[in-house]
């Protein structure tokens, strides 16, 4: 893949996980590129591929619950993403109040 299909635009953030990521490593359609990056849609294929039969032996019983450990893993991560960032938004917000309304 060329980055330079896209111009300035070498990272983006997955909306899935929150992290940025380099372009390759998200699936692209044409001049489209996917909002979720190829680790969270390989997740989420495999996680469709176990639920979507109707019964499971012991080897993908086991898959299953390490997809769900990696699931929760991964909006774990998301969430203290997501949580420092809105913490370094209200600090640097505070911070541009506080001189002057002490
Ligand atoms: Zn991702």
Request: with cysteine.
């Amino acid at each position: 893949m060329k980055i330079e299909n896209y111009g300035f635009l070498t990272h983006r953030d997955c909306t899935k996980c929150l992290v940025a990521k380099n372009i390759d490593e998200f699936y692209s359609k044409g001049s489209r590129i996917d909002s979720w990056c190829k680790s969270c849609k390989k997740t989420k294929r495999r996680a469709s591929y176990i639920v979507g039969k109707n019964s499971l032996n012991k080897a993908e019983l086991k898959r299953l619950k390490s997809f769900v450990r990696e699931l929760i893993t991964q909006e774990l991560s998301s969430l203290n993403k997501l949580n420092s960032e809105i913490s370094d938004f209200i600090n640097s917000a505070l911070n541009k109040t506080r001189p002057n309304s002490i």
